[in-house]
């Protein structure tokens, strides 16, 4: 079990790449941190640094208050399933799996009892005596698990570890490495693309974008108070809708104008108080894709969308739609009074999202056909503020208000 921090990490790989920007995070004993980013974000780089396989370029990675920076990666008890794993081809999967062990005179007996726990554990009883050749790939991938799991090392450092199963291979080895954690509680650091096992395996998240740490959080933090506009579209599948939207109302109200309507956020000025000084300009608004209904014509917030794809999922439909026009975005794009960051934050902004397609989310009962017109109402109360500019989220409470955890899981520049 152990602490693993990492101060301002950072890595330039030769010819200039900067795979990670000053990174600093905290991994607490016994947790479960996932690190997720589009490809290319350096999650690997910063498994492999904190393995010990990368030189660092800058920064300090600390285990359990040492200084590791310098030592060689066996000397930090730490094991790492890589992204492209390698099994020894010449052994079976008992040796491979016990390769470990023996490497540290580990007592035979006891070495043949953890393997054959951990085989056990993943559903490799069976298949002991195979050669790697003889395997599927999924099952590749679960002796390259096991043989990091039979050491039970202070850390474990996962790179995309299901990347290779089937659908129905990976959701049981999620429950089963959930399990594992919950047993054994040995700290680990998890890269995946999946979306499904970071809400579901971390404990945190951390978001990378181009090596710079975006937002660390609990995956209902992430999901709920993303910081910014990049974490907001990153979490969640399909992605958040987005759309440059102008700014309105008087008094108590704060209305956005969307597809040529003018519609009142709700209880803007008490959830968002932030949203009152974009009053003249634009802001740009996410909404999730769960955040429409099919609604009349005649409803006030209808907004007319022609299917351009429909998705059917089963138990729900994804429908694909231009997104809406979104007239009455002229004059300045921020109001003067609000406060901009000193330093340039990687995200993406742009204006991109409004020639992309909205995607909403509705039952299977919902008869649809592409091209044939429909009305959605989206709704309001679940709507997402960012800054079009920085792209930084408008704060759903007073920064004064904010829960002290809060500042853990902002949004990091
Ligand atoms: N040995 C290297 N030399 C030069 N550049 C490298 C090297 N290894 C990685 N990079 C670059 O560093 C950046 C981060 O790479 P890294 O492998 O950490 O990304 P990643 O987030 O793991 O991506 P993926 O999700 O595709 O695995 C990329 O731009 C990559 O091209
Ligand atoms: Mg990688």
């Not at 016994?30 to 980013?37: A, M, S, Y």
């Not at 640094?49 to 359990?64: H, K, N, P, Q, T």
């Not at 698990?145 to 050491?151: D, E, Q």
């Amino acid at each position: 079990m152990a602490v693993v921090r990492l101060e301002h990490l950072t890595k330039v790989f030769p010819g200039g790449t900067t795979a990670v920007d000053d990174l600093s995070l905290t991994i607490a004993d016994g947790e479960f941190l996932v690190l997720v980013g589009p490809s290319g974000c350096g999650k690997s780089t910063v498994l492999r640094m904190i393995a010990g396989l990368e030189d660092v370029s800058a920064g300090e990675v600390f285990i359990d208050g040492d200084a590791v920076t310098g030592w060689p990666p066996k000397l930090r008890d730490i094991a790492m399933v890589f992204q492209n794993y390698a099994l020894y081809p010449h052994m079976t999967v008992q040796q491979n799996m016990g390769f470990a062990l023996k490497l540290r005179h580990v007592d035979k007996a006891e070495a043949q009892r953890k393997v054959n726990d951990t085989a056990a554990l993943l559903g490799l009883s069976a298949l002991l005596e195979r050669k790697p050749v003889a395997l599927s790939g999924g099952q590749r991938q679960r002796v390259a698990m096991g043989r990091a799991m039979v050491r039970q090392p202070r850390v474990f450092l996962l790179d995309e570890p299901l990347s290779n199963l089937d659908a129905k291979l990976r959701v049981s080895m999620r429950a089963e490495l959930a399990r594992l954690h919950q047993r054994y509680r040995i700290t680990t650091v998890y890269v995946t693309h999946d979306q499904v096992e970071a809400m579901t395996l971390g404990d945190r998240i951390a978001v990378l974008d181009r090596g710079r740490l975006q937002q660390i959080g609990t995956p209902d933090e992430l999901y709920r108070a993303p910081g910014n506009r990049f974490v907001a579209g990153f979490m969640g599948s399909p992605s958040m809708n987005f759309a440059t939207v102008a700014v309105g109302g008087t008094g108590d109200r704060v209305t956005v104008t969307l597809a040529g309507r003018e519609l009142a956020v709700p209880g803007a000025l008490l959830r968002r108080p932030g949203l009152a000084r974009y009053r003249g300009a634009t802001v740009v608004m996410g909404l999730r894709p769960a955040a429409f209904a099919v609604c009349g014509a005649g409803d006030e917030a209808a907004l007319p969308v022609v299917p351009l794809g429909v998705e059917s999922l089963g138990d729900e439909k994804h429908v694909l739609f231009e997104a809406p026009a979104c007239s009455g975005s002229t004059g300045s794009s921020r109001a003067d009074d609000v406060p901009s960051r000193a330093d340039d934050v990687p995200v993406t902004v742009d204006d991109a999202a409004a020639t992309e397609l909205w995607t909403a989310k509705v039952t299977q009962h919902v008869d649809l056909a592409i091209g044939r017109p429909l009305t959605l109402a989206p709704d309001l109360t679940e709507a997402y503020f960012f800054d079009p500019l920085s792209g930084l989220a408008v704060p759903e409470t007073p920064a004064e208000e904010a829960e002290p955890h809060r500042a853990e899981s902002a949004a990091v520049g």
